[in-house]
């Protein structure tokens, strides 16, 4: 009797091992995460107006109805990209996703200073021979760096009344992002 | 033989709660580190890279992109102030007011986090849209049939999760339930 116990005590903490490990895993082998949603749906370092959301399904589910959303697949590999992003009447951000789908970075429409967000992605490296030959200028750019070569820059604009979306699709519509080889 | 059985019986017993409690964490969720107010339960930390292993796990499953710390943060709600699960069939007031942001949206989604299906197409409230009270508060009654004042359809879905999500706001990763986040009461009216 006792030997039976001890093999189930033994299953139920293998068991534990066994949960652990899945939950670490599992994000590395999910094949329908955000970014395998968007892979089929969206091109290379360009801006794609995402369809808004209908009960019956999604690009990616939980999408906010009150907003227009466009996302740029990025890939740094070969250069850093530039972002140019019309800002809407209520309100406009830009959040950064890793290959993941972690947001590592989001800002709003508080940090533009025109009515356009202007930014340059780049990973660690390409920053740092960015810096050496554009001191000047580096004040009034806006960098983010990526953590990754691979992620998803999302832009959602709000609006404000349902008869706002179709203008505020036209402003996402016109959102850039396209790579900017660095000049030598 | 019974050092085979005895094994057999540890990786059954392994397999079947080490992937059993994998499944009930990643579909069901579990709130780790989250804020919890009233019915409502944000996750300020998804919207960071210091997301916890769960929450990580669940959005790789769900496929969601979770609300960046710089945009917002979304609070959700399956059931109602007393408990019960938000049923699209009856009347549910959601009233009070919420925590300061630039303005709030509010959503009603099924199980798979698709927009409900109701005859007008409407799928979701802004906080600039709203009619309020003179004192700021407001009201607004989630229900399958138009209500004067606030109205959010919900069809005939038999089970809803309302998010409301706030823009630009100082809630966040230090928040704690408490005076500076009130958000508003939930309560169950007429039912089929």
């Not at chain 1, 670490?24 to 949603?37: E, G, H, I, N, Y």
């Not at chain 2, 109602?80 to 925590?99: A, E, F, K």
Request: charged fraction near 15%; proline fraction near 7%.
């Amino acid at each position: 009797m006792m030997a039976w116990i001890a093999w189930a005590l033994g299953g139920v903490l293998l068991g534990g091992v066994v949960h652990l490990a899945t939950i670490l895993v599992l994000p590395m082998t999910a094949s329908r995460d955000s970014f395998s949603r968007l892979e089929p749906v969206t091109a290379v370092n360009q801006m794609t107006l995402l369809p808004q959301p209908t009960p019956a399904g999604s690009v990616v589910p939980f999408m906010d109805p009150a907003f227009a959303t466009a996302v740029c697949r990025y890939d740094l590999t070969d250069a850093p990209l530039k972002l140019l992003v019309g800002v809407a009447p209520s309100y406009t951000s830009l959040t950064f996703y890793t290959r993941q789908g972690l947001a590592f970075y989001a800002i709003n429409d508080r940090a533009a200073a025109r009515r356009t967000i202007e930014l340059d992605l780049m990973t660690p490296a390409q920053r740092a021979s960015v810096q050496d030959d554009e001191e000047v200028t580096a004040a009034d750019r806006l960098i983010v760096e990526s953590p990754m070569p691979t992620g998803l820059i999302v832009v959602r604009a709000l609006a404000a009344e349902p008869g706002d979306l179709p203008l505020v699709r036209g402003i996402l519509a016109g959102a850039q992002c396209r790579p900017q080889p660095t000049q030598q | 033989m019974r050092f085979l059985l005895g094994l057999l019986l540890t990786l059954a017993i392994a397999t079947f709660t080490g992937l059993g409690a994998t499944w009930y964490a990643t579909v069901h969720g579990l709130a780790l580190g989250g804020v919890t107010i009233g019915a409502w339960t944000a996750q300020p930390k998804n919207g960071t890279l210091g997301i916890d292993p769960y929450a990580r796990a669940m959005i790789a499953r769900s496929g969601e992109l979770p609300l960046g710390s710089g945009d917002g943060v979304a609070f959700s709600a399956g059931s109602d102030d007393s408990g019960q699960p938000l049923d699209g069939r009856c009347d549910v007031t959601i009233s009070g007011v919420t925590p300061q942001a630039r303005f709030w949206t509010i959503t009603a989604y099924d199980r798979r986090g698709n927009v409900l299906a109701n005859p007008v197409g409407r799928h979701g409230l802004t906080s600039m849209e709203l009619f309020r009270n003179e004192d700021g508060s407001f009201t607004i009654t989630a229900a399958p049939r138009a209500r004067p004042g606030n109205w959010l359809p919900t069809g005939e879905a038999q089970h809803y999760t309302l998010v409301l999500r706030l823009y630009d706001t100082a809630v966040g990763v230090a928040t704690r339930a408490g005076r500076e986040t009130p958000m508003p009461a939930i309560t169950r009216g007429a039912c089929p």
